[in-house]
Each structure stands twice: as structure tokens, then as C-alpha cells.
């Protein structure tokens, strides 16, 4: 196929070789370009000619990006010139990293000089050298193919779900599946040591699902921390608090063990030494201290602590009020129980 001009450099309808040839045999037309073949006629004006319907389409890619050029006839269509363009991303990114390692070998010679690169900024927009020359590249050749042909439309293949995109969502799926795995035999082994050795197991009756709930809001009322909550929500459920809940539940039932849930409320806030209670006995995150006794420790030691005595005493209170609860079940005295306040 040959494109072809008009008398005043305007895309007209491409040509056949064989009728290209024949122009210039009859010096209707002149060589405008070489690569691609260009001929510009020189009796001809792209107002007294019918134009048909041009489709350019597009396929990029990482290596090569293809180019269809489409008739549109109706509801048919017809391949009349196909392109491929190779890009040399590979070799832009080989080339930049030699001239780095080039610039960190000269650096070493020139330990005076202060360094330039702490105020250096990105323009908005900015794209990796490789990926830039890809856009500059096919874009180019759009220009190029606008201007030597009549197009009407351009479309373009959305690369979310290409061959290349699948491969990365593949390998993607094979990492989180590994620390999935790796979490659920850490979870295992402890919870089946812990159960092996010990006979009664008290834990914080904690709502993992309203504790990692999101907290966006809405329009009128919007979330504040947003992103600390996220971080936090990722942080609980990808230590998966319930799920090792669930092991040890299970686990203790085939032992004969049991498992007391307490309520979480001021577990960590309680002096384990003279039982005062007050928010103000948590000085930070990590650290306790009594406002009444000067009791001092760890916070989450005195929480562990009163979450014991609370089980010990929630265990003591079923069993004397003659209901025997089955082992390891985390229900505990739904109807017809003696309330006990732990």
C-alpha cells in the first residue's frame, strides 16, 4: 500500500503499488517520501474526491505495538496496511544503567563535590525513560499515519488484561498465596503446642470483624484517620487474630481442654496488685502504672494477668453453679446459667 497526497500535502485514499507506479510512469505524481512510500499527486485536490471511513487501531506492548489500518465499509471491515513497531525499552534502561555505574566509579574520584541531586524534582507526569519512549514512539507514528492518511477514528486495546498483565497478576497471587500458607502453619504449630500443654486457655472476647471495619464514612459523615485505620485493619487481619481463636477452640475440644472468652473491657487498665481501675493507669501504649498502689509493668503483661483471674474466675462460676460446659466451647452459659461477674 502507498499513501498518497494531494496537490497541497492533504491525505487522500491510498493506493496499490501497481497504481502508484502507473502515476509516476504518467507524471501524475510525485515522490513525497521514501520510508513509508509517499506520493503527492499533482492534479488532484482533497476537495473533489470521495473519502471512505479510515480505523486506526492499536495494540501496545512492553516489546512491539501493532498497528492495523482499517476500511470501513458498512459493517465489514478491510486490512489495508499493518505495522509493527519495536521498542527499545530493553535497551534504554541497559543504557542508563551503565552510564549510572559509570557516574558512581567517577564519584569516588571527587569526594569534594558536594552532592546535586537532594533538590532535584520530577516533572508531573513523569514516566520511566523506557516507558516514555514507548508513548513518544507510538504516538510519532499516529501523527504520521494522520497526516499521510484520511482517518476518521482511532481505537486502542486496553492493556489491563493482556498476556503480560496476567503474567504479573499470576505471580502476585503466588506471593500472597505463600504468606498466606506461611501465616496458617505459623498459626497451626502454636495453637497445637499451646493446646497440648495447657488445660485451660483464657482469651479477650474481641469482635475482630467491627475492630478492622473500615472506616471511610461517607459524604456526610466522613472517616477521620482514615489511613492509620487502614494500616491498623491490615495489621489485624494479616496476624489473623480470629482465625487462631478458631484453632485453639477446636484444638483444646480434642484434648479436653477449655477455652474461656472474657470480656476485653478495662483488662489492661485494671491494677493487677490492689484492682483500681482508671484510664489514667495507662500511661502510653506499652507502659502501667497505678495511680493508687504505683504499680508498675508492662500493659499488655497486665492485661494478660487480669485476663487469667477473669477466666479462672468465669471457669469457677459455671462449674459451681452446676453447669458443666462442654470442653473448649467459647459459649458459654447461653439460657439457664448462673450469671457470673468476672
Known amino acids: 500500500m502507498v499513501f498518497v497526497l494531494d496537490r497541497h500535502g492533504k491525505a487522500l485514499m491510498p493506493c496499490s503499488e ?30 473533489t474526491c470521495d473519502l471512505q471511513a479510515l480505523r486506526l487501531k492499536l495494540d501496545p506492548g ?9 476500511r470501513e465499509d458498512g ?43 537532594d533538590n532535584r524534582t520530577r516533572a508531573e507526569g513523569w514516566l520511566a525513560p523506557s516507558l516514555q519512549h ?26 489491563k488484561f493482556s498476556s503480560n498483565w496476567k503474567k504479573e497478576k499470576s505471580r502476585i497471587q503466588k506471593i500472597h ?61 494479616d496476624q489473623g487474630w480470629f482465625e487462631f481463636r478458631r484453632q485453639l ?3 483444646l475440644t480434642w484434648n479436653g481442654g477449655w477455652l474461656i472468652a472474657v470480656p476485653p473491657q478495662n483488662t489492661s487498665r485494671t491494677c493487677p496488685a490492689c484492682g483500681h481501675v482508671s484510664a489514667d493507669n495507662r500511661k502510653t501504649q506499652a507502659r502501667f502504672e497505678c495511680v493508687e498502689c504505683g504499680h508498675e509493668d508492662n500493659a499488655d503483661v497486665v492485661g494478660a494477668i487480669n485476663v487469667l483471674r477473669a477466666g479462672h474466675a468465669r471457669l469457677a462460676c459455671e462449674v459451681n453453679g452446676a453447669i458443666m460446659p462442654s470442653a473448649a466451647g467459647t459459649r458459654r452459659s447461653d439460657s439457664g446459667a448462673v450469671q457470673c461477674r468476672a
Not at 507524471?27 to 512510500?37: D, K, Q, W
Not at 512492553?62 to 482499517?70: E, P
Not at 465489514?76 to 552510564?99: C, D, K, M, P, Y
Open 18 to 47: 501497481k497504481r502508484a507506479r502507473l502515476l509516476l510512469a504518467r507524471e501524475r505524481a510525485r515522490v513525497h517520501r521514501i520510508v513509508p512510500f509517499v506520493i503527492r499527486l499533482v492534479d488532484r485536490e482533497a476537495g
Open 62 to 70: 512492553s516489546k512491539t505495538t501493532g498497528i492495523a489500518l482499517m
Open 75 to 117: 459493517g465489514s471491515q478491510h486490512v489495508l496496511n499493518l505495522f509493527e513497531l519495536t521498542h527499545r525499552g530493553q535497551q534504554i534502561s541497559e543504557a542508563l544503567t551503565a552510564r549510572r555505574a559509570m557516574r558512581r566509579r567517577r564519584r569516588g574520584n571527587l569526594r569534594y563535590r558536594e552532592a546535586r541531586f
Open 134 to 159: 514507548r508513548v513518544d514512539t507510538t504516538m510519532d507514528w499516529v501523527k504520521r499515519l494522520s497526516r499521510w492518511t484520511p482517518l476518521t477514528a482511532i481505537s486502542q486495546e486496553l492493556v
Open 177 to 237: 498465596s505463600r504468606v498466606t500458607n506461611a501465616r496458617r502453619d505459623f498459626l497451626h504449630k502454636t495453637s497445637t503446642a499451646i493446646s497440648k500443654n495447657h488445660a485451660m486457655i483464657a482469651i479477650e472476647d474481641l469482635q475482630v470483624r467491627n475492630m478492622s471495619r473500615s472506616a471511610v464514612g461517607n459524604i456526610e459523615k466522613p472517616g477521620r484517620n482514615v489511613r492509620a485505620k487502614s494500616g491498623l485493619n491490615k495489621a489485624i487481619l
Open 249 to 251: 477452640d477446636y484444638k
